[in-house]
């Protein structure tokens, strides 16, 4: 079945420096692969995703990687601010094409 | 344009009781997905539905858990007798098909006293 690995599980950064977070999977199968950003006490609010066909996406000070061959993608967020606070999630989506399977989260800290 | 809603945000039952939570999907989305959050874990998927069916239920436990998504009104998830182990956030998302974007709402935090 899916399953996704994430690194690391806290992360602090100073304002304006940058942030990278990294997942690891296991299935090939695995087809999509959104980001989401949890702000306490709401939902996850998805901030950008890619599919399999593709190795980057950009959007603003946001970006995702990913490496079919290695099975990993990860996040980056350049020039950070304090409002990047949040806990950020991986998940994936495979032959179902319905059913996200989540890593365990990021706690991301921008210290200002 | 509203987003996906959920109520009630916070819902506190006692042993035993009832708990139930209703989402209303996004405008335009007919697909309605149910994940549960445990403290500081991941969302664990739950139960996928479309309008009057259920597709799949394999996240969910066989016994006191139910689901429904009727063809008029907002998906329910019921959770019959609950016990403590139940105390968790319930997350419910939409799309406006298979295939796409999840779009998440807020959440119901249950509290099993």
């Known amino acids: 079945g899916e399953n996704v690995e994430q690194h690391p599980s806290t992360l602090s950064v100073q304002e304006g420096d940058s942030a990278v977070i990294k997942c690891t999977y296991s299935?090939?199968?695995?087809?999509?692969f959104p980001w989401y950003k949890q702000e306490l006490g709401k939902g996850p609010q998805l901030i950008i995703d890619?599919?399999?066909?593709?190795g980057e996406k950009k959007d603003q000070r946001i970006a995702v990687t990913l490496n079919k061959t290695a099975k990993h993608f990860s996040l980056h967020i350049t020039e950070t601010q304090p409002e990047d606070s949040a806990v950020y999630f991986c998940a994936l989506r495979g032959g179902s094409n319905y059913k996200l399977t989540f890593g365990k989260g990021t706690l991301l800290t921008v210290n200002p | 344009n509203a987003g996906v809603m959920q109520n009630p945000r916070h819902l506190v039952r006692r042993r035993g009781q009832e708990a139930r939570l209703r989402c209303s999907p996004m405008k335009g989305h007919s697909h309605v997905y149910w994940y549960r959050q445990l403290p500081e874990e991941g969302l664990k998927f739950m139960v996928y539905l479309q309008k009057e069916n259920i597709i799949d239920e394999s996240g969910m436990p066989k016994e006191r858990f139910s689901a429904e998504f009727p063809k008029e009104g907002p998906s329910i998830l019921r959770i019959q007798q609950v016990v403590r182990g139940d105390s968790a956030a319930y997350f419910c998302a939409s799309s406006p098909a298979r295939g796409y974007e999840q779009y998440f709402g807020p959440g119901t935090r249950l509290t099993v006293t």
């Open positions: 299935d090939s199968a695995s087809n999509y």
């Open positions: 890619i599919r399999s066909n593709v």
